[in-house]
Antibody, heavy 120, light 111 residues
Framework: EVQLVESGGGLVKPGGSLRLSCAAS????????MNWVRQAPGKGLEWVSS????????YYADSVKGRFTISRDNAKNSLYLQMNSLRAEDTAVYYC?????????????WGQGTMVTVSS | QSALTQPASVSGSPGQSITISCTGT?????????VSWYQQHPGKAPKLMIY???NRPSGVSNRFSGSKSGNTASLTISGLQAEDEADYYC???????????FGGGTKLTVL
């Protein structure tokens, strides 16, 4: 079964750090671009970051540039998001999502999400 | 960059057809063939319904179709069913630094 499972969410104080992980299974992880998408409570979806299959291309939303770092380990079938200098507005459910091959804005497999709460 | 513009809500009766619009600019929807649509039920992860404007992933009902004209993309659902009641989001590749932009979402109510 094709599956993505996020972990690492939790409660953190403003200015703190958190590292999210996403474990992939059921497909050839190293062949796909991967993404992080977040959703603040009661709000819409927001793209956060993308990484190409070989980590050659990495992109960030302006709202997280300079604070978040996306990475992947193809040997471990895992995707990561290192989040530093966290702000209250980063509070959201964070989803990892697989990119559709050959497309640039499509995510065909999603994890169940992990909640990140930034609060003092 | 602001989110793509979607109506906050749409509604329809079972069996009817509805269309959800997604309006952007020439820098995103109008200049891209990479527009996708997602269905999200409460408390669940989004599900890809349409990609690259009008392509349907395997397993998605052919009652769902996508199109684009100018700076506006559209998702049409025909033969509405109760299980179609959900939030729907569009997403477009953009030529700006944002790269990928979502719409604000549309709540579909099946009456």
């Amino acid at each position: 079964e094709v599956q993505l499972v996020e972990s690492g969410g939790g409660l953190v104080k403003p200015g703190g750090s958190l590292r999210l992980s996403c474990a992939a299974s059921g497909f050839t992880f190293s062949s796909y671009s991967m993404n992080w998408v977040r959703q603040a409570p009661g709000k819409g979806l927001e793209w956060v970051s993308s990484i190409s299959s070989t980590s050659s291309y990495i992109y960030y939303a302006d709202s997280v540039k300079g604070r978040f770092t996306i990475s992947r380990d193809n040997a471990k079938n895992s995707l990561y998001l290192q989040m530093n200098s966290l702000r209250a507005e980063d509070t959201a459910v964070y989803y990892c999502a697989r990119g559709v091959s050959g497309s640039y804005s499509s995510f065909d497999i999603w994890g169940q999400g992990t909640m990140v709460t930034v609060s003092s | 960059q602001s989110a793509l513009t979607q109506p906050a809500s749409v509604s329809g009766s079972p069996g009817q057809s509805i269309t959800i619009s997604c309006t952007g600019t020439s820098s995103d929807v109008g200049g891209s063939n990479y527009v996708s649509w997602y269905q999200q039920h409460p408390g669940k992860a989004p599900k890809l319904m349409i990609y690259d404007v009008s392509n349907r992933p395997s397993g998605v009902s052919n009652r769902f179709s996508g199109s684009k004209s100018g700076n506006t993309a559209s998702l049409t659902i025909s033969g509405l069913q109760a299980e179609d009641e959900a939030d729907y989001y569009c997403c477009s590749y953009t030529s700006s630094s944002t790269l990928k932009l979502f719409g604000g979402g549309t709540k579909l109510t099946v009456l």
